[in-house]
């Protein structure tokens, strides 16, 4: 049983921040990188960031870099999206995942996922 669980999600008008959260559980559960996915209705999945289990590396796709910042927390478990400047263009359901991978940008590298949690941002 592996569970990953988002929060941190809402409405919030453009130039605004979030912080999104992903606390992952399993009896046996262990992973080597997470990753945060935003998905626009009608729109393909998209890679948003990475960042390896020991948070010494990570990646970002080039339309959130300077604003997202990825984060985590091995003792929590949990990894983190800090969503800065928010552009009505980020608009979208945010999922997380874990990955056996240290930094993946593929959807295909990632085993678990989360639930997704929607970002709505108005200009």
């Known amino acids: 049983q592996v569970q990953l669980v988002e929060s941190g999600g809402g409405l919030v008008q453009a130039g605004g921040s979030l912080r999104l959260s992903c606390a992952t559980s399993?009896?046996?559960?262990?992973?080597?990188?997470m990753g945060w996915f935003r998905q626009a209705p009608g729109k393909e999945r998209e890679f948003v960031a990475a960042i390896n289990s020991g948070g010494g590396s990570t990646s970002y796709t080039d339309s959130v870099k300077g604003r997202f910042t990825i984060s985590s927390d091995n003792t929590r478990n949990t990894a983190y999206l800090q969503m800065n400047d928010l552009k009505p263009e980020d608009t979208a359901v945010y999922y997380c995942a874990t990955t056996r991978q240290m930094i993946a940008t593929a959807a295909q590298q990632y085993s678990y996922w989360g639930q997704g949690t929607q970002v709505t941002v108005s200009s």
């Open positions: 399993g009896r046996t559960f262990s992973w080597a990188g």
